[in-house]
């Protein structure tokens, strides 16, 4: 059967678009998610540069990027905030610091507004959202199918761990996005061989480094563009271009170069040797079968069938890019990185898996490599079909989840939950300890429940309010027995039962978002309500 492939492509764009739409919708749809740990840390950066006018953030834990984002954002939202006082100024002068200065101490505490908190949150959602079409642009300069562009593209935007990340004001999503604009210019470079696109390479390099540091290893990508060029030229104008990058966006590691170096200093013995409360992991072996584990049953989906399903995708695209002749082209500009990141971050002590994030745009290539080769090859128009089909089910219910997601959020109101407690109990047939404030809560406890609270040496389960043990976030002593560290980065021991269910708190179980109810049973529950230590 003769297919129209003009209509077929427009098809495919029009998913994409409406996925992408979707995406931005639930994902701005949620963001009043509550606080974040590293949010308020930026955002106070942006308030000093405000008040005081040095654009700087005094701190380098992370790189400027974040910071320079917030700050860029602060501009419009405070002229609009104060237009009737600055409408003379805004004419008067084009001088950032000038303009800042004038902005002063009686607007700084404005960026300390819920609102300015959110408007940044959709930015960040917006900039992360790149991701898809960084992706899919990289794949036309692959010369894959449309379609093949448009699964690779989806991978991302149906990925749960992408959408929840997006909505943090954080470095992670954004390195993601500017990960994927790397691999697009280093694959058009590959493609030219001239000095102009390695050095845009290089700048696009230098950017990741400067929203994180361990983005360094990105370095590999440039270098492994085929260009007529030696390789020792290469090799200084990818140091060279990716440096100054750096230096223009992070001007604190030449102006504060002693508490630049000590800020370094700390991170990089917070991960390989202090560890990060119940994210410490042991490093070697054991960090990295989890980071396999998360990666192959947790990154694309939620769902554990469809996470294998891709993730063997994933690895038939990868073989497919090493063997075959329309792909190997790419192999070392999309090949090498996964795996030395997975490596380097194995040796360290710290398990924080939106570290990890910047691995799936590759990931996305290998989906969309192996989904070309099978259309390449199959040459029945019905099983492509079917095949097509199959995989816009597999994304269309990870998308669902999604959905899910925001239904969630409508179910903040507490009056709601105790059906829903009542109802998992029974279902289950637990025998759960309900801790003193979920009894109040719920008003449990008043003769006419259809649940009761069992004692902790009875119960097989524990029903807590999110951030009744403020002791997992504790960082000192979490060498002590018993191990908290068992209590994260274990799939299946969390269960949210009332309440938002926007993030992973296998993952994240700290987390600081709003109420929600949430059950652990053994034996996690009996670590989880182990005797409280002394802080150290």
């Not at 390195?175 to 696109?197: E, T």
């Amino acid at each position: 059967m003769k297919i129209n492939r003009s209509k077929s492509d427009k098809a495919w764009a029009t998913l994409l678009f409406l996925a992408l739409i979707f995406f931005l919708y639930c994902s701005i749809s949620t963001i009043n998610f509550g606080n974040h740990w590293d949010e308020m840390r930026i955002i106070n950066s942006v308030r000093d540069s405000v008040e005081t006018g040095i654009l700087l953030p005094r701190w380098y834990n992370y790189p400027s990027f974040s910071y320079l984002v917030g700050l860029l954002a602060s501009l419009p939202y405070l002229i609009f905030k104060n237009l009737d006082k600055l409408s003379n100024l805004i004419y008067s002068t084009t001088d950032i610091k000038l303009l800042m200065m004038a902005l002063g101490k009686e607007s700084a505490y404005l960026i300390l507004e819920n609102n300015f908190k959110l408007v940044l949150r959709v930015i960040f959602i917006t900039l992360s959202s790149l991701t898809a079409i960084f992706t899919f642009l990289s794949l036309r300069e692959m010369k894959l199918s449309v379609p093949s562009r448009v699964i690779g593209s989806l991978v991302i935007l149906s990925s749960f761990q992408f959408f929840y990340h997006s909505r943090w004001i954080a470095p992670d999503v954004l390195l993601v996005s500017a990960s994927a604009m790397l691999i697009l210019s280093c694959i058009n470079s590959q493609n030219k061989k001239n000095l102009l696109s390695l050095r845009i390479s290089a700048v696009c390099a230098g950017l990741c480094i400067a929203i994180k540091y361990q983005a360094g290893i990105l370095l590999i990508l440039p270098l492994c563009t085929g260009s007529n060029v030696p390789f020792k030229t290469k090799l200084v104008n990818t140091i060279f271009f990716s440096t100054a990058t750096f230096v223009v966006i992070t001007p604190g590691a030449v102006i504060e170069p002693i508490h630049f170096i000590i800020n370094i200093i700390y991170e990089i013995r917070h991960y390989s040797v202090d560890g990060h409360g119940v994210n410490t992991i042991q490093k070697g072996g054991e960090h990295l079968l989890r980071i396999l584990d998360f990666i192959f049953i947790r990154l694309f989906s939620k769902n554990i069938i469809i996470s294998i399903l891709l993730s063997l995708f994933c690895v038939s695209g990868f073989i497919l890019s090493l063997i075959n002749i329309k792909y190997k082209i790419y192999r070392k500009i999309i090949c090498i990185f996964p795996i030395v990141y997975i490596f380097y971050f194995s040796s360290q002590s710290v398990m924080n898996i939106r570290n990890y994030l910047v691995i799936l745009p590759f990931f996305a290539l290998y989906v969309a490599i192996f989904f070309d080769y099978l259309s390449i090859s199959i040459k029945s128009f019905f099983i492509k079909l079917i095949i097509s089909l199959f995989f816009i089910l597999i994304f269309s219910i990870n998308l669902y989840s999604i959905y899910n997601v925001l239904n969630s959020f409508n179910y903040v109101e507490t009056n709601l939950w105790k059906k829903e407690v009542e109802k998992y109990v029974l279902i289950n047939k637990l025998k759960p300890y309900i801790t003193p404030k979920v009894k109040d809560l719920l008003g449990i406890g008043s003769g006419n429940d259809s649940i009761v609270s069992h004692s902790l040496t009875e119960a097989d389960s524990v029903i807590y309010l999110l951030g009744e043990y403020p002791e997992m976030g504790h960082w000192a002593g979490y060498k002590k027995e018993p191990y908290l560290g068992n209590l994260a980065n274990y799939r299946g021991i969390y269960k949210v039962i009332a309440g938002p269910d926007d993030v992973d708190l296998d993952y994240y179980p700290t987390w600081d978002g709003l109420d929600r109810i949430v059950v652990v049973t053994n034996p996690y529950m009996s670590l989880l309500t182990s005797k409280k230590r002394e802080h150290d």
